[in-house]
């Protein structure tokens, strides 16, 4: 009877230990699933977009109908949806072309037109676009360059919003507004890694551009928020008013702060040129940066900077340009340490105006000094005209002159001209004799 006891209690103590082993298991895989939902949940927060990059496509081109090149991408959308509206193109200039996600031929692309989720958008030389996201943050996409846009993603437990584009080449900028009721991020898939750009913690906006550089590396410079990179599962946080450029391989190249403002700007803002037949050639300088060589000048037609008219790496810290016509142009100009560029100057405006039409000018009765051989000449002309008399300049008081000339005896031809900043003349006259004076006519 006791040995039954015993086997009975050891029986219920096994059972014990096995039932204390099965609520752990239990909770292990309980935990084990956690973790798993947690690891799921911050890959997707971390890395919405899906996207990644083929190797083997990465030195791959083809060639367009108008010559033009373009890089094959090789992608993968997690999500599998296409035809989602992501963006939209709200300016182009020269040749920018579109490919939605499932046809093969690139066509022109248009101001309004819809980016749907895959959609690729390609520029040629001296071309470019600007693209509004659906959160109304805009990126401005240079010469050379192809993106391939991806429906952004909205964070399920934070009001967060990520747009995602994939950068194959050219150069790329954006500056918008992230707020901690709107928070906007932008996450960029280079050929060597993955960007991403969020507010700063003591300026909410962001502002940053992105060149990748003939040997494909890329070079991020972020001026305001800050920048994250990952390359090859590593991590690194670039801040603001700081660089870093980063090799094919993954290798970070170049890692500094960014050069400073260019100072010195001339001509001044608001420079107006006018000329009558050829434009004037316009001479755009600024002072000097320690330790820098080079610069990169970019004039448009509009203050957004996106009807580029010239957009060149200067080896110079002056441009001279002849060919500007009758508008008004916009430029700025920022320095560069390497293939990193840092902040650009304020913008600054130049007129150049087409002026035909020769300046007002009339001469009122002169007077005749007696006994001294001269003659006071009077007149009036626009402000910023010259005048000459005689051939010879005199000065002017906002448009006003008076002037003794000398005559000889018996009768005098008194010549007077008006030449404004164009170069357009004007011409009055007078003759005069020791006793009378007729006003005379043609200009």
Not at 73 to 90: P, R
Not at 104 to 114: D, F, I, P, Q, T
Not at 372 to 396: C, F, K, M, S, W
Request: glycine share 10%; proline share 4%; hydrophobic share 40%.
């Amino acid at each position: 009877m006791a040995d039954e006891t015993k086997q009975i209690e050891a029986e219920g103590a096994d059972q014990a230990v096995l039932s204390g082993r099965s609520l752990d298991i239990k909770v292990a895989a309980l935990g084990l699933l956690a973790f798993l939902l947690l690891m799921f949940v911050l890959t997707r927060w971390l890395f919405p977009t899906g996207i990644s990059i083929n190797d083997d496509s990465l030195g791959k081109t083809g060639a367009e109908p108008d010559g033009s090149t373009h890089r094959e991408v090789s992608y993968s959308d997690q999500d599998g949806e296409t035809g989602a509206s992501v963006a939209e193109v709200i300016s182009i200039r020269r040749n920018v072309q579109v490919r939605g996600a499932d046809e093969l031929a690139w066509s022109n692309a248009r101001e309004g037109a819809v980016l749907a989720n895959r959609d690729s958008l390609q520029t040629s030389r001296h071309s470019g676009a600007t693209v509004k996201f659906d959160d109304n943050s805009q990126i401005q996409i240079g010469s050379d360059s192809l993106i391939v846009f991806q429906r952004g993603v909205s964070d399920p437990f934070t009001a967060r919003r990520t747009n995602s584009i994939v950068m194959m080449e050219g150069t790329l900028g954006a500056q918008f507004a992230s707020s901690d009721e709107d928070p906007l991020h932008l996450e960029v898939a280079l050929p060597n890694g993955v960007a991403r750009f969020v507010g700063g913690d003591s300026d909410a906006a962001v502002a940053f551009n992105i060149n990748v550089n003939p040997d494909l590396s890329s070079s991020v410079s972020v001026m305001s928020g800050t920048g994250v990179v990952t390359i090859g599962g590593h991590t690194a946080t670039i801040d603001a008013e700081h660089g870093m450029t980063i090799s094919i391989k993954g290798e970070v190249l170049e890692e500094s702060k960014l050069p400073g403002l260019p100072t010195g700007i001339r001509p001044h803002d608001r420079v107006v040129y006018e000329y009558r037949a050829l434009p004037p050639e316009v001479g755009f300088s600024w002072n000097a940066i320690a330790g820098i060589d080079r610069y990169r000048f970019r004039l448009a037609r509009d203050a957004e900077m996106s009807d580029i008219v010239i957009d060149e790496r200067l080896g110079a810290r002056q441009f001279e340009y002849g060919g500007l016509q009758d508008s008004t142009y916009y430029w700025r100009v920022s320095a560069m340490d390497g293939f990193l560029e840092g902040p650009a100057s304020a913008l600054h405006t130049v007129r150049l105006v087409r002026d035909t039409q020769p300046p007002a000018l009339k001469l009122q009765p002169s007077e005749v000094l007696a006994g001294q051989n001269a003659v006071v000449v009077r007149g009036h002309t626009d402000p910023a005209a010259l005048v000459y008399i005689q051939g010879e300049a005199i000065v002017t008081a906002a448009g006003s002159f008076e002037q003794q000339v000398p005559i000889d005896p018996g009768t005098n031809l008194i010549v007077v001209e008006a030449v404004d900043d164009a170069g357009n003349v004007a011409y009055d006259s007078q003759i005069i004799n020791s006793n009378t004076t007729i006003n005379g006519g043609g200009k």
